[in-house]
């Protein structure tokens, strides 16, 4: 078990209920590992799975185990089998309990964890914070102790509003187990598995380089998933920002291009979620399909809704705010010269328009047959900052969690908008199983703050995409160009410092 060039092996061992199945989900970033549910007993064999470099290389080896349930009755079975007195160390006890007959009967579930400790580095004893500590947890931490191997003490459900992780800290240290790391399995920290690492790096000295050296490696994993997601996005920016429809300058047309004009955003949008979760390893029921209702509904979804768009603190400017053509702005084929919005919104409907001054009659002439619709700024910011938002809740969640990420996540917190009055804008009550829902809510009271505004460098960014149509891979004519590459690292790396 000495040798440091073989994959480091860890039991992971527990109450049943804890969370042990949890833990190797998010700790290997797999979604479907095992079988999770809150009733007794659903891990009844034990499963193991390698933690890999970004290489492959394995480095962790991790058991899954089945739930302690009798560590009382195997106590008092091993003093009848072994008596104290006769003075056999913990691990032979150990040995002559698995070579009994009640190995294969009454305690086949306890000794199939306490055979998987004995054959591997160390144990993770995972706890549900929530519980009062109980003589059954002392008994269960008696018994993984008679092995003779580390243990690691991991805090799980801390983020619950029940979890009390200074008693169990007490608790653990008047047993001698000092080391102990806080891994909420559904919102870990950010450098939970870190920290994690580092705890066993102290406890398994002769691994502490490897421990390390893999504790970097997820570092890097994560750095490459930031860099990974930030271009995502900024590839869906620079696609909606260059995309023109040509449109005449009838009102009704203006109103049908405009519908594509938002289908194809709203598609682009959601290709982008669909490959962020891919990124993350996440499912796509992590995020389910919010179908961007044109109106109604529910207004926080819709991209091109004044209402949503404000929710973000982006400022509507008044022509924009209402209308079948909100979201879009009409153009002119100059040369991807973008005018004002309220402004031409203005002279397309017949109003009054105040550009016409600024601009000079001459353009306005040439308005008159070549119109083009693109999507407004404010969407654009909008788009950019809901995604950044939804890789920030993928970034602190963890591969156990069952419920869905709210839909609400796109329209954080922030002044209600005046006359809102939609009341809808709570947090979705989702039918979910056990008490997940409850103990997950605890985790999602305390998001990070939403980001309020996209880089000013981006918004540059944004303006010289809008005059290069070929840039859009939605728009009517895609054609690669190398500056629109050059652009899209850009603005990935100032979408990644906003973060
Ligand atoms: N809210 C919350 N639920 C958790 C957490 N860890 C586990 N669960 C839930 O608790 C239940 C039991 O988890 P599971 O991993 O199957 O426990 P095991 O029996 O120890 O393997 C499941 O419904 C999990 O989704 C956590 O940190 N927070
Ligand atoms: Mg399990």
């Not at 560590?71 to 150990?94: K, N, T």
């Not at 800290?169 to 559904?186: P, Q, S």
């Not at 407004?376 to 156990?400: M, T």
Request: charged fraction near 25%.
């Amino acid at each position: 078990m000495t040798d440091a060039s073989k994959p480091i092996d860890l039991a992971v061992v527990g109450h049943t209920n804890t969370g042990k199945t949890s833990l190797l989900r998010t700790l290997l970033r797999d979604e479907s590992f095992g079988e999770v549910a809150d009733r007794p007993g659903t891990t009844r064999h034990v499963e193991s799975a390698q933690l890999l470099t970004e290489t492959g290389q394995a480095i962790l080896v991790l058991r899954d185990t089945p739930g302690l349930e009798d560590a009382m009755g195997v106590l008092d079975y091993l003093d009848q089998l072994s008596p104290p007195q006769e003075r056999h160390d913990g691990p032979e006890r150990i040995r002559a309990l698995l070579d009994s007959p009640e190995a294969a009967g009454r305690f086949e579930q306890e000794c199939r964890v306490l055979d998987a400790v004995l054959k591997t580095d160390a144990a993770l004893y995972v706890i549900d914070t929530r519980d009062p500590v109980l003589p059954k947890h002392r008994d269960e931490l008696m018994l993984l102790a008679a092995c003779g191997r580390p243990i690691l003490p991991v805090l799980n459900f801390t983020r619950a509003a029940l979890s009390d992780t200074a008693a169990w800290r007490d608790a653990l240290a008047r047993l001698g187990l000092h080391a102990t790391v806080d891994f909420d399995t559904v919102a870990p920290a950010l450098d939970g598995e870190g920290q994690l690492l580092d705890r066993l790096a102290l406890m398994l000295d002769h691994h502490a380089v490897a421990l390390q050296a893999l504790r970097a490696d997820l570092g890097q994993q994560r750095l490459r998933r930031l860099q990974d997601a930030t271009r995502l996005i900024a590839e869906l920016l620079v696609d909606a920002a260059a995309l023109r429809l040509p449109c005449s300058q009838d009102p009704t047309d203006m109103a049908t291009i405009t519908l594509g004009l938002r289908k194809r955003t709203r598609d682009r949008e959601q290709d982008c979620v669909h490959a962020l979760l891919k990124r993350y390893r996440f499912s796509k029921m992590t995020f389910p399909h919010h179908p961007l209702p044109l109106e109604g509904e529910r207004w926080g979804m819709d991209l091109f809704n004044p209402q949503a768009l404000r929710t973000f603190g982006i400022q509507v400017g008044k022509g924009l705010a209402t209308g079948a053509m909100a979201g879009a702005t009409i153009d002119v084929l100059t040369g991807g010269l973008s005018l004002g919005t309220a402004a031409l919104l203005g002279a397309a409907i017949g109003g009054a328009w105040q550009g016409a001054s600024q601009w000079g009659k001459r353009l306005v002439g040439r308005l008159a047959g070549n119109t083009e619709m693109t999507v407004d700024d404010p969407v654009l910011h909008l788009l950019g900052l809901r995604q950044l938002a939804l890789v920030r809740a993928l970034e602190c969640r963890g591969h156990a969690a069952m419920r869905p990420i709210d839909g609400d996540l796109l329209t954080p917190p922030g002044p209600e908008p005046a006359g809102s009055g939609t009341g809808d804008s709570g947090p979705d009550v989702t039918q979910d199983q056990g008490g997940q829902a409850a103990a997950e809510t605890d985790a999602a009271t305390t998001p990070p703050e939403p980001l309020r505004r996209l880089p000013p460098d981006v918004q540059r960014m944004l303006d010289e995409a809008r005059g290069h149509p070929a840039w859009s891979s939605i728009g009517e004519d895609p054609v690669p160009d190398a500056r629109r590459e050059a652009l899209v690292g850009a603005m990935a790396q100032a979408l990644f410092a906003a973060l």
